[in-house]
């Protein structure tokens, strides 16, 4: 128990008590005390990253609003182009629709076109077949006899070729002579009305032609004799016209009757 006591004893004066803690952390005399403080250029590497902070914030702020913009304009230009596009498409669909109208109204048109003339070309066989079957047909034809050679005449005769009597009928024939000069020397006109002309009947004019017979003369001069008929055929009324000229030739003493518009040539190189 002694060795205990002592033994505790001692750790008791092991242990420093307050007092000698307090001379322990007390300043030496004499000693100098270092104060802490910063480096020189701490502030100014601060002031400098807070600048570049704040440069590399606004960088990244003008950044994403070029981005922002870029994004925008891309947009804008990609819907326009979209409408474009659409507004091309939509007026070539609209050309090629009013193209395929246009070309169906165009065959319409031709198809109805045809269907009309088929129509009046088989009307026209019905008439025709009517007319050569059934209808009446005055025939003109004009002949110069020489019964009396010192009384030369010009014949024209309308005879009815048809199927049935013509009806209502009307005719005007002229007679014309002209000399060289133009001069007309004869001008004879004839108006004949007949309510029928059975077939094979016909009706008959006849004028006479100034003496002497002088071929040499008359190559000269002009003749011409018109016909005009108008009647009833039994399917509708018609009117048919005749002109005709005489070619006559001093060379071969000769002359005839042609049609007018062959009258020159027949003049020139008569009766080939």
């Known amino acids: 128990m002694i060795e205990d006591a002592n033994h505790q004893g001692t750790s008791q004066r092991d242990e420093p008590t307050i007092a000698e803690q307090c001379q322990q952390n007390a300043p030496v005399a004499g000693a100098t005390v270092e104060a802490q403080s910063s480096p020189p250029n701490a502030d100014k590497d601060v002031a400098y990253s ?18 922002l913009a870029l994004l925008i304009y891309t947009a804008i230009a990609g819907y326009q182009a979209w409408k474009t596009r659409e507004a091309i498409q939509s007026s070539d669909d609209s050309f090629k ?8 109204q165009t ?10 003339s088929q129509s009046a070309d088989n009307a026209k066989k019905s008439l025709d077949f009517l007319r050569a079957s059934q209808g009446a047909f005055l025939q003109c034809r004009i002949e110069t006899p020489f019964a009396d050679p010192s009384e030369p005449t010009t014949m024209v005769t309308c005879i009815n070729n048809g199927k049935t009597p013509a009806k209502s009928v009307t005719a005007t024939l002229i007679y014309k002579r002209s ?3 133009g001069k ?8 004949i009305s007949r309510p029928s002309i059975v077939p094979t009947d016909a009706i008959q004019v006849i004028f006479p032609v100034s ?13 011409t004799v018109t016909a005009s008929t108008t009647y009833d055929n039994g399917v509708e009324r018609i009117t048919q016209g005749y002109c005709w000229g ?19 040539a027949v003049k020139e190189y008569p009766f080939r």
Request: charged content about 30%.
């Open 211 to 223: 003496i002497p017979v002088d071929y040499a003369e008359w190559q000269r001069e002009t003749f």
């Open 107 to 116: 065959h319409a048109q031709q198809v109805t076109a045809n269907s009309a």
């Open 97 to 104: 629709k009013t193209l395929a109208q246009m070309q169906a």
């Open 184 to 191: 007309v020397r004869q001008n004879d006109s004839r108006n």
């Open 246 to 264: 005489l070619a006559a030739s001093a060379k071969i003493k000769g002359f005839r009757w042609v049609n007018c518009e062959d009258v020159k």
């Open 50 to 67: 807070e600048r570049n902070y704040i440069l590399e914030r606004k960088k990244y702020r003008a950044e994403k609003l070029t981005l």
């Open 179 to 181: 000399d060289a000069s």
